[in-house]
């Protein structure tokens, strides 16, 4: 237990459909993260979002819409997404942006079809 | 940004042996993380090491931070040691990993 919770741990979804992940932080802390890892690469950092503002967005396709209503709570809505999108979804809370020590949540599993 | 490499990017062990990771970074850091993935993938804080030496159990660490490189030792490998070991710089610097497998 690693004080952040994710959820749903697995989702299946096609090309068409809209879903959300959810991600939540028990730690008190500041600064929360969404990254990408797909099968065999590193981790890829997407957003971040510090006092619920983003202050990152590594580029990531639109079809990836991030939401962060307040520090304790992170969610990444899904849409139109293709099959390259299928992959490990890990959300991750810190101090504050670049501050202390990162901890993680267990991760989404992502499958598009 | 700055650059982390990751050595070696493969190890198999037989269990009891005994191992040494390494972990490069281009610039000056103060805030240098150790991570082991488990086969589920979810990523557990092994040490927080902007520098110097700390120990847990089998597993210690040290980071000399002017000379840009940090190392990860594991004494005594067991087979729940296997996985993917990242170093990372603050958040946004992964290293590539490095990919352990013990064996029985």
């Known amino acids: 237990e690693t004080g952040v919770t994710q959820t749903p741990r697995h989702l299946v979804m096609g090309m068409t459909n809209k879903k959300s992940l959810k991600c939540e932080q028990h730690?008190?802390?500041?600064?929360m993260y969404w990254y990408k890892q797909s099968a065999k690469k590193p981790l890829e950092l997407m957003f971040v979002?510090?006092?619920?503002?983003?202050?990152e967005n590594n580029s990531v396709p639109s079809r990836f819409s991030p939401e962060c209503p307040n520090s304790s709570h992170l969610f990444l809505h899904l849409h139109t997404l293709q099959p390259e999108d299928s992959a490990l979804y890990l959300c991750a809370s810190s101090q504050g942006p670049n501050t202390g020590e990162l901890f993680f949540g267990e991760g989404s599993r992502l499958t598009v079809l | 940004g700055i650059q982390v490499e990751q050595s070696p990017p493969d190890l198999i062990l037989q269990e009891g042996a005994n191992s040494t990771l390494r972990c490069n970074f281009s610039?000056?850091?103060?805030?240098l993380q150790w991570f082991h993935q488990n086969p589920w993938g979810q990523l557990i804080n092994l040490f927080y090491?902007?520098?110097g030496t700390k120990q847990n159990g089998r597993l210690s660490a040290t980071t000399v931070a002017t000379e840009r490189y940090s190392l990860l030792y594991i004494s005594s490998s067991q087979t729940t040691d296997s996985g993917v070991y990242f170093c990372a710089v603050y958040a946004l610097n992964f290293g590539k990993g490095t990919s352990l497998l013990v064996t029985p």
């Open positions: 610039d000056s850091v103060n805030n």
């Open positions: 730690l008190g802390h500041n600064a």
């Open positions: 979002y510090n006092f619920k503002e983003q202050t």
């Open positions: 090491i902007p520098s």
